[in-house]
């Protein structure tokens, strides 16, 4: 980098990180992690599950630089994935809170009342959420593998496009999803295709 780092702009910035140049991925991390902090605290009163969230938020931006696809400005996209993930733990929250009741429940009247309907469905909201604010055609590849259960094949020839692109498209939404709903949501997801 000929210019001083700290002076590039944001898009410069990702320029250059989608090449794996770490210094601007240092740059970001030192812009970012003060306001998505901030940010982050205002929802979360942990401040260990805070920093657990902007420590997923940045790896995964390391991790996804060279396939990085931002359709808005880089500050609105860390605030949408450092949101996503506080969102998701305070949804894993609420299933942790689902199951303390139902374990106190079970001790107290000496039985259980079935709440992995609940979670099920909760799980399958949060799932359908996330899916539909994927970009158009991603959603649409999406959904035409996942839920109509077509074939790579069938796709390309349905939507006219490359086997290689619903290929790469199916790949990009499953790291979003990954990314958005963590780790436990999402290999629910994939045993229920």
Same mark, same amino acid.
Do not use: C
């Given at each position: 980098?000929?210019?001083?780092?700290?002076? !590039?702009?944001?898009?410069?910035?990702?320029? @250059? @990180?989608?090449?794996?140049?770490? $210094?601007?991925?240092?740059?970001?991390?030192?812009?970012?992690?003060? !306001?998505?902090?901030? &940010?982050?605290?205002?929802?979360?009163? /942990? /401040? $260990?599950?805070?920093?657990?969230?902007?420590?997923?938020?940045?790896?995964? @931006?390391?991790?996804?630089? $060279?396939?990085?696809?931002?359709?808005?400005?880089?500050?609105?996209?860390?605030?949408?994935?450092?949101?996503?993930?506080? @969102?998701?733990?305070?949804? &894993?929250?609420?299933?942790?809170?689902?199951?303390?009741?139902?374990?106190?429940?079970?001790?107290?009247?000496? &039985?259980?009342?079935?709440? &992995? !309907?609940?979670?099920?469905? $909760?799980?399958?909201?949060?799932?359908?959420?996330?899916?539909?604010?994927?970009?158009?055609?991603?959603?649409?590849?999406?959904?035409?593998?996942?839920?109509?259960?077509?074939?790579?094949?069938? +796709?390309?020839?349905?939507?006219?496009?490359?086997?290689?692109?619903?290929?790469?498209? +199916?790949?990009?939404?499953?790291?979003?999803?990954?990314?958005?709903?963590?780790?436990?949501?999402?290999?629910?997801?994939?045993?229920?295709?």
């Amino acid at each position: 980098m000929e210019t001083k780092p700290h002076l !590039l702009t944001d898009q410069e910035l990702l320029v @250059l @990180l989608k090449k794996g140049h770490q $210094e601007a991925f240092s740059v970001i991390y030192d812009r970012y992690w003060p !306001l998505l902090l901030n &940010h982050s605290r205002r929802m979360l009163s /942990d /401040d $260990e599950e805070v920093r657990d969230v902007l420590q997923e938020v940045f790896s995964g @931006l390391w991790k996804s630089a $060279e396939t990085l696809e931002i359709n808005s400005s880089l500050s609105s996209y860390l605030y949408a994935l450092t949101r996503n993930r506080v @969102l998701n733990v305070i949804a &894993h929250r609420k299933v942790r809170n689902m199951h303390v009741y139902s374990l106190a429940e079970f001790m107290q009247n000496g &039985h259980v009342e079935t709440d &992995h !309907l609940v979670r099920t469905r $909760e799980f399958a909201r949060i799932i359908e959420s996330e899916i539909a604010v994927l970009p158009k055609k991603m959603r649409l590849i999406f959904e035409l593998s996942r839920k109509e259960h077509l074939s790579y094949k069938e +796709i390309s020839e349905k939507l006219s496009v490359s086997e290689n692109t619903v290929k790469k498209q +199916i790949s990009n939404a499953l790291k979003i999803l990954r990314l958005r709903l963590g780790v436990a949501v999402f290999l629910i997801m994939l045993l229920n295709k």
